[in-house]
Structures are given as structure tokens and as C-alpha cells.
């Protein structure tokens, strides 16, 4: 028969000020449920995440608190009602089982021809009820009495915890598998005299903790045990089996199962706590991604298989290559789409945009883009003050949306005189999109120091030609925004994907 089982839920941490707390599992078992030899089981599913390459926690807890308070478990009936006996035998019929007490009905002390209903403690008078194991056919020592031995000059009472409370006899919990019961006279173990009693069917009842108990890891594993009555509160430390058994199975993209059972050698009551905190699934991504701004925004893409959810974040070392240059504001903004917009068609007589008077004077140029689309193969030449670029082999683009942004490479011209645009086709056509003047974005000499580019949702504050930053968490299921206004190079090595369980 398989164990009977719980499944375990997946919880959010709550979230941890200046970033984001790692998801959390946790299941609490209120009420108690059995502990069997045959296993109890707690069981974690982790949603699938294409592409992972582990899942981890940072820490897993397993508590089990034994019911010692609770009404016994009944084992059954061990004994016939009799007449007239001076002892009960009693046979367990589930040995190890710790007993919690017999019930007695009907007894009944027998002096003489005078007959006395026994329903408590204080109807024995100067009787006692005793437990005493047996041991290879041997009476051994008497274990509990109801009521407890009184002192006896120097010997302070004996055997307390036992009680007779109705047909009850109420044990501390008493290990063993055969046991006499019997009434007897005198205070004294040495002086005991078995006295004449009857009673009814006698049942016998299991005290409510396990006895024995066993954690197995997610494997079959034994993980930890204790032996004997289980009366306080065990705490097993799961993290390194949990962890092993992630590692091993969080790498095929499908869905994490990780079973804990719990056994006991003797079935008994205990509520269950497992709790695991921070726990991820991890995708690592091998090599170098990397993605060029030219002052506009752009992706660095995740490579496929697409992770089929959101992360709760990316851990990944980031670096920026300065190119030495930075969107003038006068630029345009690129559009999303061409819908709408109007335009010009460039052929071989130059279209001319003119620049404000004052608005790149001092300024070093460098390139200068034009937005729009080809019209069929297509070679442009751009002029302005004195200085000639061009650019040969443009193909109408498949897809329009965004236009394309044709860039010419001027060298360094430094500008110290009203700027006037001039493109021309020497073979085909491009269409110049206007809103209402035809589109153009500038790039001039700047340097990296105070500038700023933001990858994934996080700024990188640039210091120099290079800036790298570590462990930055960035934002993005199959992607990551980047947003500048400089012409750079923005790479992220070292990325590890986390999703929540």
C-alpha cells in the first residue's frame, strides 16, 4: 500500500526592500495525521522552466510534533471478561506499541462474599492496580500502579503517572509487548498480596506518538532517525538532500517533484511543518550575449528555447564599451511605424534638411542617419558642410516597421558653421520619411564619464571606455530593454535566470 500523502503548494516570500525576494514554499499541517511504518509523504512540485539547469533553496526544514496530550489509540480487545481471577494477561497485539492505558470494565473486588465495584482510584482503598511487564515468561518488577505508592519512611513514593479514572487505567506510556495486570494489598512491591477480582472484556490503548522515527530524503534515502517514543519536538535540517535531489532533476525543463516521507516504527499522531524558504529554479546562460545602441533603443535577446514564464529576475555581469559618442538632442526620435507619416523620395537630385543655425556649433560630428526605406537596391551619398559620405547595396526591407535607420560615418567634423542635410540617390530610390522634416539623428564626440544606460530595467552608471558591474538583477523573460542615448556596446556574461518554484 503506497504512504498517504500531501501535496505542498507554492507560496510567494514576501518581497525584500531594494530587490526581489526569491520565491518560497511552505505547508503546514495543523492536524495531526498518521505516522506509519509505511510512510507519510510531503511532497513539493516546481512548475516546468524550459531550458533550466538547476534548482536550488536556501534552506528546508522539516518539524514533527508528536500528540502526547491526545485520547489513545485503540488496539483492540486482549482479554476476555472473567470471574474470580487474581491477574489479567495481556498480549500487545502490536508489539513496540507504546500503551497508554487498558480499559477494565466491570471490575469488581472480590473479599470474601463481599463484592466492590472499582470505577476509580479511590475506591481501591488500600489496594493497588499494578502493570508489570513480562520478559521471557518472567513477571518483571511492577512498572505503574494506580494510585501511586506512598512513601514509606525513607522511600519517597513509587511508580507515579498511573490512574484509574472509570474502566480506565490511564499509563504514562509503557513499552512492552506481553504485561499481568493485577490487584494487590499493601504499600510495597516486597509485600504486595494479589487480591480476587473480576472483570469485563479488557482493550488496551497505544499512547498517541510515534514510536521510532524516520525521515527519508527525496531519493529513499534515510535521512534521520530517532529511536524510542517520540515525545518532544523533532527538527530535521532537509537543505542538502532537498538541494541534491534539485540538482539532479531541475535540468530537463519539465516539471520538479521532491518527495520527503516520514515513518515511524509504531503508527502514532504528529502534526507536520515543512517550510522552504528561497527557493528558485535556475536557467544559466553559456557565454556572452551582447546587443549595439547607436542612441536608440534596443534588445539583448535570450537565446531559445523561450523559458515559457517570467522570471523573478537575472543575475548577470553587465559591461558597457563606450563608442565615444552620444545622440545629439536636436536628433529626431525614430518612429515605431511608417503608418501615417508622410515623406520624400530621394533620387539622384539632392533633398535637402537644414539644421537650426546655432545647434551643433563647437560640437565635433561624427555620423549622421537617415530614417526611411529603400526603393529597390539603392546606393545614398550624404554631403554636408564640405564633407561627403555614402552608403552602397541597401535592399528594401521585408518589414517597414520600425524604418530603417541608414547611418554615414563622417569621420570627425567639427562644426563651427550653420549645417545644411543633403542626400541623393546615385542608384535607385529611398524614401525619406518627414514628420513634418525628413527624419535625421546625429551623433557627436562625448565622452562615457556621467553618462547612463539602463539594461533591463537597472541604470548602469558609465565611469570610463569600459564599466562593468556584477550580480546586476535585471528585468525580462525572453529579453532585456536597453535605453541610451550613447553608441555602445552592452554585454551580460555570467547569467543565471531565476523563476519562482
Known sequence: ?????????????????????????????????????????????????????????????????????????SLGVVASGKDRVVEIDIVSPVPGALLGGISIPGLVRIEGEREQAVRSDADLGDCHLILSPVTGGTVQAPVAAAPQLPRQNEVPPQLPGASLTGSMFGLPGVAGSRFKVKLVKKHSPAEFEPQTFSH????????????????????????????GPIRETARVDVTAALNRHLGATGVHGTSI?????????????????????????????????????????????????????????????????????????????????????????????????????????????????VIGWPRGSTDLTLELLGVSASVEGLAPPVDRDPPLQVWFDLGEVAVSAPVEIRLFATRGGF??????????????????????????????????????STAVALAGTDRWAVTTDQFCTVSIANAVMEFEP
Not at 522515527?213 to 532517525?225: E, T
Not at 520527503?260 to 550575449?289: F, H, N, P, Q, Y
Open 257 to 369: 517533484a521532491a518527495v520527503i516521507t516520514v515513518r515511524s516504527d509504531v503508527v502514532g499522531r504528529a502534526s507536520i511543518l515543512w517550510t522552504t524558504t528561497g527557493g528558485v529554479i535556475e536557467r544559466a546562460l553559456k557565454g556572452r550575449l551582447s546587443a549595439e545602441s547607436v542612441g536608440s533603443p534596443t534588445e539583448i535577446v535570450v537565446p531559445p528555447p523561450h523559458p515559457g514564464r517570467e522570471p523573478i529576475r537575472t543575475l548577470a555581469d553587465v559591461t558597457v564599451s563606450h563608442h565615444g559618442m552620444a545622440i545629439h538632442p536636436v536628433s529626431d526620435q525614430v518612429p515605431k511605424a511608417d503608418a501615417g507619416l508622410g515623406g520624400v523620395t530621394v533620387r539622384d537630385r539632392a533633398v535637402v534638411r537644414a539644421l537650426p543655425p546655432e545647434a551643433l556649433r563647437d560640437q565635433v560630428l561624427r555620423k549622421v542617419c
Open 200 to 227: 469485563g472484556d479488557v482493550t488496551l490503548y497505544a499512547a498517541p506518538m510515534p514510536v521510532g522515527l524516520h525521515v527519508d530524503d527525496p531519493g529513499g534515502a534515510q535521512l534521520f532517525a530517532l529511536a
Open 431 to 468: 524614401h525619406w520619411i518627414a514628420d513634418p522634416q525628413p527624419l535625421m539623428r546625429l551623433a557627436i564626440a562625448s565622452g562615457p564619464e556621467g553618462e547612463r544606460v539602463s539594461v533591463g530595467g537597472r541604470t548602469i552608471d558609465l565611469t570610463g571606455a569600459e564599466t562593468v
Open 1 to 73: 500500500m503506497s504512504p498517504p500523502s500531501v501535496h505542498v503548494g507554492v507560496a510567494q516570500a514576501p518581497r525584500g526592500a531594494g530587490g526581489v525576494a526569491i520565491g518560497g514554499v511552505a505547508v503546514v499541517r495543523p492536524d495531526p495525521v498518521d505516522v506509519t511504518p509505511q510512510g507519510y509523504r510531503l511532497s513539493e512540485t516546481w512548475r516546468a522552466v524550459a531550458g533550466a539547469t538547476g534548482a536550488r533553496v536556501d534552506s528546508s526544514l522539516l518539524t514533527i510534533d508528536p500528540v502526547t496530550s491526545a485520547p489513545n489509540r
